[in-house]
Structure formats: C-alpha cells, structure tokens
C-alpha cells in the first residue's frame, strides 16, 4: 500500500494541529447558554469523513448528537464526480432538526453537489442554525465559490486518497493525505492493496 504513494500532500501531524484550531472556531460560533455552548448535532457524510469525524469531535467538549448521512458521488475506480445521491437506507436524520444547532461534517469539497444535496435536506427539517466544516476543499472554481463555513486545508485539483478519502475503497486507513501513483489510478489491481504489516 506505501508504494502506491505519490506524493504526501498533508501529513498526519498538520492535520491534527488543524482540526484542533478549527474545533476552537467551531465552538466558538456556537451560541452561548447559562450552561455553555448550545448542543450541536454533527451530521457527517459518509463513509469519507469518518476518520476527521473522529477526530474532530473528540475536540468538541460540547453536548452532541450524531445522524449520519450516507451519500455516494465517485462509485468504484471513478475519479471525478458522477453525480451525488442520498443512499436511503444508510441515513438516519429525523423527520425534523427543530430547534437544533448542525454542523454538516464532510472530507472534501469538490464540485458541491455533495454538500448541495445534504444542506437541502437539512435545511427542510428547519434546524436554528446550519453549518458546514470540509477537511478539504479543491481549488478549483466550483469548489472556491461555494459557501461553506470550516475548511481545514485547499489543496490543489487533484484526486486524493487517506484520512478517510479512498480509491475503489481502498486506502481510506492511511494516515497522511496523499496523491497515488498514476500507475495505480485508471488500473485495473492486478497487485491488490494489501494492508502493509
Ligand atoms: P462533490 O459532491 O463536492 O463533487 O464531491 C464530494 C465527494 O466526492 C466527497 O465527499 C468525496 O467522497 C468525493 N471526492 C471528491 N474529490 C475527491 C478526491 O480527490 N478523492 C477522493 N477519494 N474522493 C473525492
Ligand atoms: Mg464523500
């Protein structure tokens, strides 16, 4: 799996001093009660989110709710976007968000129709507020010029695997941020990625 690395765009230690600054901006946007910041209810995307997800709400000391979202865009060995969709039977958000503070959690932002998808749905359930936070965001102009609240790095257009971000479903347990070798993208796995030891 470590020699279908190309590059190393964002290691693991400047992802973890990231998502600790943005947790403090995150916390400090919510607004204050006579016990602390209001609940936040994080609705993640899945599955590319989970490892930021993880880390990001363990430095969220607030009283949360978690519904999950499932929404698939880049099926199998695709390398672009095919269109989002929600995947019914993996979501769990309730009929209404009345009164709660959300905070949409998502790896990267790429054309928007993701995040597009999701805060239409959300915004149905008449949340009091709603936010969205990316790991990342691509720069490109669809991806710059849509609103969104949290990111923690721009990179440039170009397809990413680890921390959560896969290829056919691989790779999403590699620690860094990384580019593949353009031998291993578009190919069919003849040598199959095999966890390293
Ligand atoms: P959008 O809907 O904004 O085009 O894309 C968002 C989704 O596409 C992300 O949640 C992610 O699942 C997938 N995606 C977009 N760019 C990349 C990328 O560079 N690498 C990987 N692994 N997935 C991506
Ligand atoms: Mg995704």
Same mark, same amino acid.
């Given at each position: 799996?470590?020699?279908? +690395?190309? &590059?190393? #765009? ?9 998502? !600790?600054? /943005?947790a403090?901006?995150? *916390? ?17 995307i ?39 969709? +929600?995947? &019914?039977? #993996?979501?769990?958000?309730p ?5 709660? !503070?959300? /905070?949409?959690?998502?790896? *990267?932002?790429?054309?928007g ?30 991806a710059?010029?849509?609103?969104v ?5 721009d990179?440039p ?19 860094d ?21």
């Amino acid at each position: 799996m470590q020699g279908d +690395i190309d &590059q190393v #765009l964002i290691n693991r230690h400047a992802i973890a001093r990231r998502i !600790h600054m /943005l947790a403090g901006a995150i *916390i400090d946007d919510l607004p204050p009660t006579d016990h602390g910041p209001a609940p936040l209810t994080i609705v993640p995307i899945l599955t590319g989110s989970v490892i930021f997800l993880a880390d990001l709400i363990r430095q969220l000391p607030v009283h949360m709710q978690i519904h999950l979202v499932s929404v698939t865009s880049y099926p199998g060995t695709a390398t672009t976007s095919q269109g989002a969709a +929600i995947r &019914q039977g #993996l979501t769990d958000l309730p009929d209404s968000l009345a009164g709660e !503070h959300v /905070l949409v959690v998502d790896d *990267i932002l790429d054309s928007g129709n993701t995040l597009r998808l999701v805060t239409a749905e959300l915004t149905d359930r008449r949340p009091a507020s709603l936010r969205t936070c990316v790991l990342l965001r691509k720069q490109r102009p669809e991806a710059m010029s849509f609103n969104v609240d949290y990111v923690a790095f721009d990179i440039p257009d170009q397809f990413v695997v680890g921390y959560g971000l896969d290829y056919d479903d691989y790779y999403r347990n590699l620690p860094d941020i990384v580019t593949l070798r353009p031998s291993v993208i578009g190919h069919e796995h003849s040598d199959q990625p095999t966890p390293s030891p």
